[in-house]
């Protein structure tokens, strides 16, 4: 069984990795997933940097669709740049003391392994994620329509699913 710790962990991952560096470089990124009309809630949502190369920026909606970006340390948003951003769908609560169902890498590791065209969240959310809402083209880094060009200051993406 799947869990909501999920992207919950890849979140973490992405914050962890930086945590101490002290990176001013970031510019806020924040908006809405919406299908249909209305919001995704506990989407998990990642922004990677076209050609692979550089540091992700992640996070996970909330109660109202919206979302908050970080990078190095939480909301700090994003990496001025240009992004393929994929929405992968809330997780199926685990069962009362479940463990997370994708083990703890680095961002590095995650970086590494959407370089090869595989993306390890998408792949962890399994069945569950055949039966979300958002359609399975947002989900992978090699299918998904959004692109985003994060600019210094701040910036305001509202991402329609549908």
């Known amino acids: 069984m799947k869990s909501f710790a ?12 930086g945590c101490g560096s002290g990176h001013s470089g970031t510019a806020r990124v924040s908006g809405k997933v919406l299908h249909g009309g209305q919001p995704v809630v506990g989407a998990a949502v990642a922004f990677l940097p076209e050609g692979g190369v ?3 920026a992640s996070a996970v909606t909330d109660q109202t669709g919206m979302y908050e970006l970080t990078t190095f340390s939480a909301k700090d948003g ?3 740049g240009k992004y393929t951003v994929t929405v992968s769908p809330p997780a199926k609560p685990a069962a009362p003391g479940a463990a997370p169902s994708m083990p703890m890498a ?12 595989i993306d390890p969240v998408a792949k962890a959310l ?11 083209d947002y989900r992978s880094v090699a299918t998904s329509p959004l ?5 210094s200051g701040s910036n305001v ?3 329609l699913v549908d």
């Open 157 to 159: 993406f509202d991402l």
């Open 54 to 56: 550089g540091r992700p």
């Open 126 to 136: 399994g069945d569950s994620a055949e039966k979300s809402d958002v359609p399975a």
């Open 106 to 117: 680095t961002a590095d590791d995650y970086a590494a392994a959407m370089a090869k065209g």
């Open 6 to 17: 999920l992207p919950l962990a890849v979140l973490f991952l992405f914050a962890a990795s």
């Open 78 to 80: 994003a990496i001025p």
């Open 147 to 151: 692109k985003k060009e994060v600019v």
